[in-house]
């Protein structure tokens, strides 16, 4: 049994549809009206310089996401 | 208050008036789609700013004409992504929409303005405002950026599935404005036509909180339904100042619901998130047509560069080099000149008047105290442009990007950067730019320790206790520019600690959220950024320039009453015998351990007024007549003063002392003025001098007293 891909496992420039992330708190119903809803496609284009946090493309535009958040997010395979 | 304005009927036709009062419009859109430049573009420079009375938000109104030359209100909302507020501007911005403000009437009409180029999250604030059946006017900006990645928008269409004017627009080319004005003079606009499923899981939840809006809080139907879909995603919701509460049935039904779902499992605000942007999706897959596969933009090879492990830091460096550069450089030459002209004045009122009290509170008080603050305002000015710059080109995104993870060791987030860097110059634009911080206890620390950054202001402390500390005429250049690095850094260290301190005490709060978005580059328009720049720098100058004025005609007050006995007296014996002499002597006992004497105290008070006030004091003080920018006079008479006893006053050790006083101390009224503005209150600018003051005196003490202690 494979534990879920987290978000922030991503590799550079590849994309995934999201899985599945909390439904509670400030920070993921946020996520979900800036439009990361399950089902949504998403590539992850950087890391900052020193590591955190990250960069993604959903949508047509461009979101920054502290590490801690995407790991709590699972995508698919 | 019934659900139409007053002169339009329900089937829209306008209704025969004798008075129509002025209509009003609200521009909303997401932060970073033009929404400022359109503003300008429709209102030119009439527009006035304020505050929302209790919130630190800015209030823009502004003013323009229909084609029949009738005048239109535009109020320009802050920037938001969705209706459910997550910060105090999101927060104003629902509030003024539901008609939750008392001083603020809901408006008639909306702008929705929407950025092409990523249309589907722009159009979720769109959707949340269908609801509130408003008549609204959809404007499809940055037309240009879109075709140029190749995204075609089908503005025919999109018009044609809402049922309300749709207007392409470029508003940094000014294409689509006349357009836009003809709509918006349109007397009838038809109502979107917008109809979605809520889900069945809340459906029943909706139409209970509908029912308690309309009953108990008097909300329109509309409104009614719109704001029951609100308070099913408006988590922890950011309440404001000055809009009317919830009844509490109504935040009781509420609560029941949250529990029942919470117990059941049920995902609700995700539901409800998800089935709009799935009506999105639906609406748009007609729409928006992306020709072809097309590769890196501009923006993403940009980024490379900026963003890069190691360019990335060189683009920063550069930049702040640049900024640093400008303030100190640039703004040498408009500073000289405002300075020679203020003493041309000075002087003028002196030939000109008969000596006398009212002659020296013109020369003394006035316009040294507010000359003194003018001449700052070059570098006032260039940081406001530059930060004006920043931020419109989308570079300061970036740099919160890059400093995020240093930023948050103290519990703060990337966006602390640039208001920081900036107080390196001047606390003041550096603290009037933490407006783009979005949690108030963030911002407020961000403002608590900015002052703590040394301001440009010091350098002439510093550089005259350098001169006083090093023996020998010739001071090399290298050791100048240790010391003064070594207060730089004292201070910044002192920032980030307290920062740390207060986040972790008295500010403690949830740690910053960073999601933000990274909006493409954009050129912003050169008129837009000036204007920018003069709108803020007029603001610092009304509120902080009466206050400066006010506290400089006390100071001259206290240095030139009472009056010496001796009617040729020289300025020193003059200020010794004044109030703020005996203020020295009466805080001497304070400073004393500190190693200072009630002539450096006098200097301490007046520095109140600004920090460089210092210099020109400890000239007045020891004697030196006018020594403007010669250093060497005044230096001298510093190493000769004396203590009663005959011991050194100005010793290397009390030198370096007072320094690091100036580095901790909060002097400097304008900030003081600023910091009142930007918290909307006394308490925290009062906190401020107190934290601030009294750690320069701890720190000073500890120096003092050990190198005392080791023999210096």
């Known amino acids: 049994m494979s534990a879920s891909l987290k978000l922030s496992s991503l590799a550079l420039g590849m994309s995934a549809r999201v899985k599945d992330f909390p439904r509670t708190g400030n920070t993921f119903i946020r996520l979900r009206e800036m439009g990361l809803l399950p089902g949504t496609t998403v590539t992850f284009i950087r890391a900052a310089p020193l590591g955190d946090p990250l960069e993604f493309k959903l949508r047509g535009y461009h979101l920054t996401l502290r590490r801690e958040e995407a790991e709590q997010i699972t995508i698919e395979a | ?712």
């Open chain 2, 1 to 712: 208050m019934s659900q139409l304005p007053p002169h339009i009927t329900a089937t829209g036709k306008k209704r025969p008036a004798s008075a129509e009062r002025t209509p009003v419009y609200a521009l909303v859109g997401n932060p970073n789609c033009g929404k400022s430049t359109l503003f300008n573009a429709l209102t030119g420079l009439k527009q006035k700013v304020g505050n929302y009375p209790g919130v630190t938000v800015e209030k823009k109104i502004g003013e323009t004409y229909s084609q029949h030359g009738k005048p239109i209100k535009i109020i320009d909302l802050p920037g938001a992504y969705s209706l459910a507020a997550r910060s105090p501007d999101e927060a104003v911005t629902r509030d003024v929409l539901l008609g939750r403000r008392t001083d603020t009437p809901q408006p008639d009409r909306i702008l929705c303005i929407v950025d092409a180029t990523n249309l589907e999250r722009n159009l979720y604030l769109v959707h949340q405002i269908l609801d509130l059946g408003r008549p609204v006017i959809l404007v499809v900006n940055m037309m240009d950026l879109a075709k140029v990645s190749g995204l075609e928008v089908r503005i025919g269409r999109l018009e044609q599935e809402l049922g309300i004017p749709v207007i392409a627009c470029e508003a940094v080319n000014g294409k689509g404005i006349v357009d836009l004005k003809l709509a918006m003079s349109r007397v009838d606009l038809p109502l979107a036509r917008h109809s979605w499923d809520v889900p069945a899981a809340v459906a029943s939840a909706v139409a209970e909180l509908q029912a308690s809006l309309t009953d108990n809080d008097r909300r329109p139907p509309l409104v009614a339904r719109a704001e029951a879909l609100l308070l099913l995603t408006d988590f922890d919701t950011v309440r404001v100042a000055g809009s009317t509460p919830l009844s509490g049935k109504t935040t009781e039904i509420l609560a029941h619901w949250q529990r029942h779902w919470e117990g059941e499992g049920t995902d609700w605000a995700g539901s409800l998130v998800a089935s709009r942007y799935d009506a999105i999706a639906g609406l748009c897959s007609g729409i928006v047509q992306q020709a072809g596969v097309t590769g890196p933009s501009a923006s993403d090879k940009i980024d490379a560069v900026v963003i890069h492990p190691l360019w990335g830091w060189l683009v920063l460096g550069g930049v702040m080099t640049l900024l640093f550069l400008s303030i100190f450089t640039f703004a040498e030459i408009p500073m000289n000149w405002i300075d020679g002209h203020i003493a041309a004045l000075a002087t003028w009122v002196k030939d000109v008047m008969a000596p006398g009290d009212l002659r020296d509170l013109l020369t003394d008080g006035v316009i040294s105290g507010v000359g003194g603050v003018l001449v700052f305002l070059p570098q006032i000015l260039i940081l406001f442009f530059f930060i004006g710059l920043l931020e419109n080109t989308g570079y300061m995104a970036r740099a919160a990007f890059i400093m995020d993870r240093l930023m948050s060791r103290v519990g703060l987030n990337g966006k602390s950067f640039i208001p920081l860097l900036s107080s390196y110059a001047c606390a003041i634009p550096g603290i009037m730019a933490t407006r783009t911080i979005e949690d108030p206890k963030d911002r407020l620390v961000t403002i608590l320790v900015a002052p703590l950054m040394s301001c440009s202001a010091r350098l002439p402390v510093y550089l005259l206790m350098i001169a006083a500390l090093l023996p020998g005429d010739a001071v090399p250049v290298l050791t100048k520019v240790g010391i003064m690095l070594l207060m730089y850094v004292i201070g910044t260290v002192g920032a980030f600690g307290f920062a740390w301190l207060f986040k972790r005490t008295l500010l403690k709060g949830a740690p910053p959220m960073m999601i933000m978005e990274l909006p493409p580059y954009r050129l912003p328009r050169l008129r837009d950024v000036l204007f920018q720049m003069t709108e803020r720098a007029g603001l610092f100058l009304k509120r902080a320039g009466t206050i400066i004025l006010g506290i400089s005609i006390v100071l001259w007050f206290l240095t030139a009453y009472p009056k010496h006995p001796v009617p040729d007296a020289t300025a020193t014996q003059q200020i010794a015998h004044s109030f703020a002499g005996r203020a020295g002597h009466l805080i001497e006992p304070l400073i004393k351990p500190l190693g200072f004497d009630w002539r450096v105290g006098i200097g301490l008070i007046t520095s109140f007024a600004a920090r460089e006030v210092f210099v020109s004091s400890m000239g007045v003080i020891f004697g030196v007549e006018g020594s403007g920018d010669q250093t060497t006079p005044l230096r001298d008479a510093l190493r000769h003063a004396t203590w009663p006893g005959g011991a050194a006053l100005f010793t290397p050790l009390v030198c370096l002392t007072l320094m690091v006083y100036y580095v901790f101390a909060m002097q400097c009224v304008s900030t003081v003025a600023v910091v009142k503005r930007e918290t909307n209150g006394w308490k925290w600018p009062l906190f401020q001098i107190a934290y601030m003051t009294g750690t320069a005196w701890v720190v000073c003490f500890i120096i003092y007293q050990t190198g005392h202690a080791l023999g210096y």
